[in-house]
């Protein structure tokens, strides 16, 4: 990686190569440019592509049972190419940032369902092209921000949105600082998605709750209280099988306790 500095102009410049025994070598990289018109005003804009060869497990897992996972030996690498323009504002108390992208893959690995086993395949042609909107302010010891994000992942083949992809997520924080402790919590939510390549199987869109507090006890420690889904949402983003789905973890609670030198 190259990173440059051209007055109000930045550059950065990546070249990667991977060499692969089963698929050739293969080289990707990226080229980032912004730009600053002050010190509040910024824009933005990036291109890059990506290789990614199938795993192992992608190609040669053994199948225990007959509705179990099952390798595919016939699976192709990714290869995508993405482009990002964005823009931001920094100011004393508050701060906006836009984006927009899109990434276009060929040969997608996703996992199908496939006489009753979940096997990986290649979707040949997806696009996935969204827009961010993140929003923040602070005053008097609080803050607050929302991030906005409206995605559209699409079989360029079929025209259909690709499985178990949401198309619109949102996330609500706030916090409040008293003295050396700090406490808020988070609201995420995400729409609807599909289990299938199709597009029948659809899983419900779901929000949940998340509390946190942190208390800094001397110049060096602190400790943290986090309560992930504190409601004890039951939601689902995967399906097993016609009538059980992956529930993801209910209300959980973690603890650290940090040094900083």
Known sequence: QLRMNFADIDAQLSLRSDDNEAYGTKETGGL???????????????????????????????????????????????????????????????????????????????????????????????????????????????????????????????????????????RFDLDKTIGNFVIGGSVIAEGDRYDDAANKNKLSGFATLDLRAGWKFTPNWSTRLTLANVLDKEYSTAIKSKDLNYIAAGRTGMMTLRYDL
């Open 32 to 170: 980032a440019l912004g730009y600053s018109f002050d010190n509040s005003h910024r824009i933005r804009a990036s291109y890059g592509t990506a290789f990614r060869a199938p795993t192992f497990n992608n190609l040669y897992y053994p199948a225990s049972t007959p509705t179990s996972f099952r390798g595919n030996p016939d699976l192709k690498p990714e290869q995508s190419e993405t482009f990002e323009l964005g823009a931001s504002g920094n100011y004393e108390k508050w701060f906006w940032d836009l984006a927009v992208y899109q990434m276009d893959v060929e040969d997608l690995i996703i996992n199908e369902k496939i006489n009753g086993a979940s096997t990986p395949v290649n979707v040949n042609k997806a696009r996935i092209r969204g827009t961010e909107l993140a929003l923040g302010y602070e005053h008097n010891d609080w803050r607050t921000a929302i991030a906005l994000t409206y995605m559209d992942p699409e079989d360029r083949e079929t025209g259909k949105q690709l499985r178990r992809l949401t198309k619109q997520t949102a």
